[in-house]
């Protein structure tokens, strides 16, 4: 057989994917292939898609489960092997074809062996992956082997499984887990408990839209309304359970309706005979030998009470006949209960008396037997409450453990709010405080700069006031000068008396050059520039006052002209005693003395300032 990729869409051979056209045509089937796989392949929650053929299979063994005793069944298993064999790297078809195979072998009554393969499959589910799978296998083997469980393992065992169901939304299979669960407590005469998971299971078949299971769950509720001693509502109910066309399609259970119609309508109403016919008819067209024997009791004791002991007690004798081939306990008390009244009726006493014997030997067996049952039932509901309050302590402690835990969460979340609060108010207050710092800040710069500038203002005017009367006395010295020529011209040319040119020469020296000009111009370039001496001094303490003085007309830029007129000396001069202040001053050739000086005035200021 040609193996196909599960990759692929079965069956498809891809266009070219050069082919625009092919290309679009290739994406529309990998959609189609998607919605089928996520809707129609399995409309059920829980089964994960693997292979499209498998699933296809699957999906109508699931669909069919009423059919697992047809031979159509038997052919989709084979087809589930032959294709999990096909693709044996894929190790979930193998255990999902033994699980349908198990489920088939458990409906037609061969539970033991669908016990085996379930196990054998459950040895091989992947339950991280595959916990779905796991449970449904789960249940399975549950069903195979629910005869040897007590009926407190059952019940945790199935309240587990409604759990798992009910998380992850799978309506069908936790309606019937309900199903199971009620018929539990019925068997524990727990009518209470059982209404409430038959009514819920109903619930759910309503929502889910499963109509054929809906209708089957209410012979459930109708045993459960009769036990309870509801019998006009339990008859009412079976009534409408016959009549629908999902009990016809199904004929075991349309005979096990039957079956308990008569019963309930021969306690409750006195009149069946019609029924009881009905059923006993389709008994015998159905086949099966046990819902023949109940129907033909039934129809025995509608005979009795229409008074014809011959014809009941024909059916009563097909009922003996197989009793004495299979040993059913259900079916031995009525059977000899009915010869007992076809006897009587016949007035056959010695019969009567031997039927009637054994029917109250058969009922003491069944009552002792049905005491230690009842023994054994109570064991299990007082095993189921104590399993119940254990578990509403745990959801108890549980809420309470939520209840501590949001507690708890909401004080530290509020704790968390209120330090962000308080973070909050301090980072509002740090940022005022830095905004008011800042403020103060600008203020104070503020103020530094009108200080500043009013001091610059203050310098420039001395500075002005300095250059004005250096100025001053250069003109004034430059005027002296021109006069002191003219002098020395008119005593040459004999203009001018020697003895009056010689006075009026030394005075004009006694004027140009004093000691009050320097005095006066000291003071003001100290105003300009304070602490210029006394930083010079200190550092270059081998300075004369000559050289101070020439480092101060030299700072505020005068030419080595004008400082010659201010010193009334020649201007070779002033060149010498630059050369001998450089050298005095450590300046190199290609430094400037001006430079130098007016770098030092510049941190005297500096200094002042920071002062």
């Known amino acids: 057989m040609k193996r196909v990729s599960i990759h692929r869409t079965y069956g498809h051979r891809p266009p070219s994917a050069a082919s625009p056209r092919g290309a679009l045509r290739r994406f529309l089937l990998s959609f189609l292939f998607l919605v089928y796989t996520s809707v129609c392949a399995f409309p059920l929650p829980g089964?994960?898609?693997?292979?499209?053929?498998?699933?296809?299979?699957?999906?109508?063994?699931?669909?069919?489960?009423?059919?697992?005793?047809?031979?159509?069944?038997?052919?989709?298993?084979?087809?589930?092997?032959?294709?999990?064999?096909?693709?044996?790297?894929?190790?979930?078809?193998?255990?999902?074809?033994?699980?349908?195979?198990?489920?088939?072998?458990?409906?037609?009554?061969?539970?033991?062996?669908?016990?085996?393969?379930?196990?054998?499959?459950?040895?091989?589910?992947?339950?991280?992956?595959?916990?779905?799978?796991?449970?449904?296998?789960?249940?399975?083997?549950?069903?195979?082997?629910?005869?040897?469980?007590?009926?407190?393992?059952?019940?945790?065992?199935?309240?587990?499984?409604?759990?798992?169901?009910?998380?992850?939304?799978?309506?069908?299979?936790?309606?019937?887990?309900?199903?199971?669960?009620?018929?539990?407590?019925?068997?524990?005469?727990?009518?209470?408990?059982?209404?409430?998971?038959l009514r819920r299971a109903d619930t759910l078949y309503a929502r889910s839209g499963q109509t054929a299971y809906r209708v089957k769950n209410s012979l459930n509720l109708a045993n459960a309304l009769y036990a309870e001693g509801s019998k006009g509502e339990a008859v009412a109910l079976l009534r409408d359970v016959v009549d629908r066309p999902e009990a016809r399609a199904d004929?075991?259970?349309?005979?096990?309706?039957?079956?308990?119609?008569?019963?309930?309508?021969?306690?409750?109403?006195?009149?069946?005979?019609?029924?009881?016919?009905?059923?006993?008819?389709?008994?015998?067209?159905?086949?099966?030998?046990?819902?023949?024997?109940?129907?033909?009791?039934?129809?025995?004791?509608?005979?009795?009470?229409?008074?014809?002991?011959?014809?009941?007690?024909?059916?009563?004798?097909?009922?003996?006949?197989?009793?004495?081939?299979?040993?059913?306990?259900?079916?031995?008390?009525?059977?000899?209960?009915?010869?007992?009244?076809?006897?009587?009726?016949?007035?056959?006493?010695?019969?009567?008396?031997i039927y009637l014997a054994t029917a109250g030997y058969y009922e003491d067996s069944l009552r002792r037997s049905g005491n230690l049952s009842e023994v054994y039932r109570q064991e299990s509901r007082l095993a189921i409450d104590g399993y119940e309050e254990a578990l509403a302590r745990e959801r108890e402690e549980a809420r309470t453990h939520r209840l501590v835990a949001v507690l708890a969460v909401a004080v530290v979340v509020l704790?968390?709010?209120?330090?962000?609060?308080?973070?909050?108010?301090?980072?509002?207050?740090?940022?005022?405080?830095?905004?008011?710092?800042?403020?103060?800040?600008?203020?104070?710069?503020?103020?530094?700069?009108?200080?500043?500038l009013r001091f610059r203002l203050e310098l420039d005017s001395k500075n002005r006031e300095l250059t004005s009367s250096s100025l001053m006395l250069i003109e004034k010295n430059q005027a002296l000068d021109e006069l002191m020529r003219r002098i020395k011209d008119g005593g040459e040319a004999g203009e001018i008396a020697k003895r009056t040119v010689l006075e009026l020469r030394n005075q004009i020296r006694a004027h140009a050059g004093g000691e009050n000009e320097w005095v006066d111009f000291r003071t003001h370039f100290e105003q300009v520039h304070p602490d210029f001496f006394l930083r010079l001094k200190e550092r270059f303490p081998a300075l004369t006052e000559y050289e101070l003085r020439l480092c101060a007309y030299l700072r505020t830029g005068m030419s080595g002209k004008q400082i010659a007129m201010m010193l009334s000396v020649q201007p070779e001069s002033i060149k010498k005693s630059r050369t001998r202040l450089r050298r005095k001053l450590a300046l190199g050739a290609e430094d400037s003395l001006e430079d130098f000086l007016r770098r030092l005035g510049v941190e005297d200021g500096t200094l002042r300032n920071g002062a």
């Open 47 to 197: 089964w994960k898609p693997v292979y499209l053929p498998f699933d296809s299979l699957a999906r109508l063994c699931e669909q069919g489960v009423e059919e697992a005793r047809s031979p159509e069944y038997r052919r989709r298993v084979r087809s589930l092997y032959a294709i999990a064999t096909e693709h044996h790297h894929l190790r979930v078809l193998q255990w999902r074809a033994m699980y349908w195979d198990a489920f088939g072998l458990w409906r037609t009554g061969h539970a033991d062996s669908a016990a085996v393969v379930a196990r054998q499959a459950l040895a091989m589910v992947d339950s991280a992956d595959y916990e779905y799978d796991c449970r449904r296998l789960q249940r399975l083997l549950l069903n195979c082997t629910a005869d040897t469980l007590s009926y407190f393992d059952a019940y945790k065992a199935y309240r587990s499984q409604l759990c798992y169901y009910e998380r992850v939304g799978d309506t069908l299979q936790a309606a019937n887990t309900c199903v199971t669960l009620g018929n539990i407590f019925c068997q524990l005469d727990e009518t209470g408990r059982a209404f409430h998971y």
């Open 251 to 353: 004929t075991a259970f349309l005979l096990e309706a039957l079956a308990s119609l008569t019963s309930y309508t021969d306690t409750a109403a006195g009149a069946g005979h019609a029924v009881s016919r009905a059923a006993y008819r389709l008994a015998r067209a159905y086949g099966h030998e046990r819902p023949l024997m109940q129907a033909s009791i039934n129809l025995g004791a509608s005979y009795l009470r229409e008074g014809h002991p011959d014809s009941a007690l024909a059916c009563y004798r097909r009922v003996c006949d197989y009793l004495q081939r299979h040993n059913d306990s259900r079916l031995l008390v009525p059977a000899m209960r009915g010869m007992y009244g076809s006897f009587s009726l016949l007035e056959r006493w010695d019969s009567a008396c």
């Open 415 to 452: 704790g968390c709010g209120l330090v962000c609060l308080w973070f909050w108010s301090q980072r509002r207050k740090a940022l005022a405080r830095r905004q008011l710092q800042e403020l103060e800040n600008k203020e104070l710069a503020a103020r530094l700069e009108n200080e500043e």
